[in-house]
């Protein structure tokens, strides 16, 4: 880029080097990053001249994500839910499509009073910390197998200053103790093994234990579902997030393993995104 220019003149070049689908969004979202201004600051400004570090800055962004990684991981930072969220390398980034799930879950737990809810492979801590955020009365319980994802959802919880929920490193169930919840959710991996958008976008960037889980997408989604009414209370239910076509075989899963009620949400663009069950039983026959 020529020097100096002013911040009109940059975006305009800046979206043209892009070529990604939202690149004049992207190319804002990046200088604010570099200039540490808001929007509207930048709109306000568009006539400044760009001074030759920050400009030097911009580019090395702008290179970054033509090279295709990810607003986000640049960024270091995703709004989901209304909550500014820390993101890194470490954590899947969270997807619009998983509000749909965030909605589902307070919807459901309306009626009680103070519901418990596990987040299950929670990452960012997105779905934990939204649930959280909107019934200060839940207790959460938040859970990944990755040490570094918790590190990333405690450092969300503390900016975030919010105190229901509590994290715990583990393999799915593996280590949790005696408890039993209202509600289980989960946004596991589901992408095929061998689904083409694994070499497409974002995704190339996140890890890959987030995103896929055996040859059909569904491992992990089969060992959450054959081992949740350990877990659930009585009336207690389930709700996972998955794949558009994955719908039948989930529903299929839960039925198998009794859960009753089962039904399947559309996410934002339309596609089957989440599906619930229930426990039936009406009195617990374990430990509580
Ligand atoms: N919804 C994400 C995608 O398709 C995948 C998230 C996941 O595997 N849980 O990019």
């Excluded at 590190?151 to 503390?158: G, I, P, R, Y």
């Excluded at 991996?189 to 070499?199: A, F, K, R």
């Amino acid at each position: 880029m020529p020097n100096p220019l002013s911040i009109k003149l940059a975006l305009q070049m800046a979206s043209t080097q892009l070529k990604t689908e939202a690149s004049v969004f992207e190319a804002q979202l990046l200088l604010q990053y570099a200039l540490n201004v808001n929007r509207a600051w930048l709109i306000a400004h568009e006539h400044d001249a760009l001074q030759p570090n920050i400009q030097k800055a911009f580019e090395a962004l702008l290179n970054r994500r033509s090279a295709g990684e990810p607003i986000a991981y640049i960024m270091g930072r995703r709004e989901f839910y209304g909550l500014d969220l820390l993101v890194t390398p470490d954590t899947l980034i969270p997807r619009p499509d998983t509000e749909t799930l965030v909605d589902a879950a307070l919807a459901k737990i309306l009626d009680h009073s103070n519901p418990s809810i596990l987040d299950l492979g929670t990452g960012t801590g997105a779905i934990a910390l939204a649930v959280a955020k909107h019934r200060p009365k839940a207790n959460v319980v938040a859970v990944d197998a990755s040490p570094a994802a918790l590190e990333v959802a405690k450092k969300n919880a503390a900016s975030l200053a919010i105190t229901n929920v509590h994290f715990i490193l583990s393999d799915w169930y593996a280590g949790l103790a005696n408890q039993r919840f209202d509600l289980i959710v989960s946004n596991p991996p589901y992408i095929e093994q061998n689904d083409i958008h694994l070499t497409q976008g974002d995704v190339r960037f996140e890890p890959i234990s987030a995103l896929t889980s055996g040859a059909d997408g569904l491992d992990d989604i089969r060992h959450i579902v054959e081992h949740c009414l350990i877990y659930l209370k009585p009336q207690g239910w389930l709700m996972i997030e998955h794949g558009y076509n994955q719908t039948d075989l989930v529903a299929d899963l839960m039925a198998e393993v009794g859960l009753v009620s089962i039904e399947t949400l559309k996410d934002l663009a339309g596609n089957n995104r989440v599906t619930m069950a229930k426990n039936p039983l009406i009195i617990s026959t374990h430990w509580d």
